[in-house]
């Protein structure tokens, strides 16, 4: 994970303010971090370093790790901790005093001292003209060895050229499709393993995947036909227990859509917020899973309605829907076509959340009518109080 979240961290932090400036800056803790087109690191660094950009380059010693990322990277100076470089070019001239690992199109190490740690390099191209006191993994095309690698060595790709000066104490494993001889000087015979890589039958794969991919399909399969079928329970449920309370959505959502839908952003953003507000709290916290609850099962009921009510309003001008039986059964047609409705590309969640805020939307406007024909007799009652009380004109 280090050598993944600390690049992250340097382009977080630096790459907004480098958008401004040819060159952004930044030290703290003893890290030093550089971004910019042209990034690099020309003083010494107490900590760690981090480097993106075009053209990267390392010119003063760090004392800890180095982070470097960009299209032309290049380490002039020594690294005491690891390194990780990636890019199209990478070029180690400095010494590493623990791990190297870098990733390009063309990889070089070419340091005159010895890599105290491993090595692993992937390139289309990599030459290892630097000592290695440790071992070596290598991917790559094709591999220049001139260097001495003290331990182990796994070569993975199609190619190696052997050098004057390469030789490897420890096991020379290589992973080819054609077997690539080892001369004596480099490792004896018995210290060299090779493994064939086999071509791969793509026909075949294809049908393996083709398989996983229909039987990866079932469970998805009866998860929405379940999810459908819940939804339509959901449904008949209100239909037949609360009849009043669905015509009563039915008249409200054939009037003025755009309020209904107006009025579903606010509800439904106010729903989503009850889960931020209880989080923050220390009471709320404890209540944050009903309360997930609640955004569940609202957000559930909203869609229900919502899909239930577009389908009234287009059934009501072909038909009238005035019994409880073809309520349900235009609910059912409504669930199945808004289901692959959302599952069209790029335009299928809208339908989803257009579905979703058209049915907080028309809840919002009964529950408010309700609320405010209460409110309306309380102040009409306060009123007739107020007039009443001696000394009100």
């Not at 370093?49 to 290049?74: M, Q, R």
């Not at 490897?168 to 480099?186: L, S």
């Amino acid at each position: 994970m280090k050598a993944l979240s600390a690049p992250a961290i340097a382009l977080l932090l630096l790459l907004p303010v480098a958008s401004h400036a040819a060159e952004a800056r930044l030290t703290i803790g003893g890290d030093q971090y550089a971004a910019g087109q042209a990034a690099s690191i020309a003083e010494a660094v107490t900590h760690d370093a981090f480097a993106a950009g075009y053209d990267v380059t390392l010119k003063a010693p760090v004392a800890g790790d180095a982070h470097l990322a960009g299209f032309n990277v290049n380490v002039d100076s020594d690294v005491t901790g690891d390194l990780y470089a990636a890019g199209a070019t990478v070029n180690v001239r400095g010494t590493v005093g623990g791990d190297v690992t870098a990733f390009g199109s063309t990889v070089s190490l070419r340091a005159g001292q010895p890599v105290a740690g491993n090595v692993r390099l992937v390139g289309s191209s990599v030459t290892l003209d630097t000592p290695i006191s440790g071992a070596g993994i290598v991917t790559a095309q094709t591999l220049n060895l001139n260097a001495r690698v003290a331990g182990d060595l796994e070569f993975f790709g199609e190619n190696v050229v052997f050098g004057p000066a390469a030789s490897v104490a420890g096991v020379v494993t290589i992973h080819a499709r054609k077997e690539i001889p080892v001369p004596e000087t480099v490792a004896s015979a018995d210290r060299v393993k090779f493994i064939q890589l086999e071509d791969t039958d793509y026909a075949s794969e294809a049908g393996k995947t083709a398989d996983h991919v229909v039987r990866s399909i079932w469970p998805a399969v009866w998860a929405v036909a379940l999810w459908w079928l819940l939804l339509g329970v959901m449904g008949i449920l209100f239909i037949t227990l609360a009849t009043r309370l669905v015509v009563t959505l039915e008249a409200v959502s054939r009037k003025r859509p755009f309020r209904s839908i107006g009025l579903g952003l606010l509800s439904f953003a106010a729903v989503l917020g009850l889960v931020p507000v209880f989080a923050l709290t220390l009471v709320g916290i404890f209540l944050l899973p009903f309360v997930l609850i609640f955004v569940v099962l609202a957000c559930a009921l909203a869609y229900l309605a919502g899909t239930y009510l577009v389908g009234a309003r287009i059934a009501s001008a072909l038909l009238p829907v005035d019994t409880n039986l073809k309520r349900v059964g235009l609910l059912a047609v409504s669930i199945i076509v808004a289901g692959p409705l959302g599952m069209i590309p790029v335009i299928g969640w809208l339908i989803t959340l257009l579905l979703l805020v058209f049915g907080f939307g028309t809840i919002a406007v009964v529950t408010m009518v309700r609320w405010s024909r209460q409110d309306v007799e309380r102040i009409a009652a306060a009123e007739t109080q107020a007039a009443a009380a001696p000394g009100n004109p």
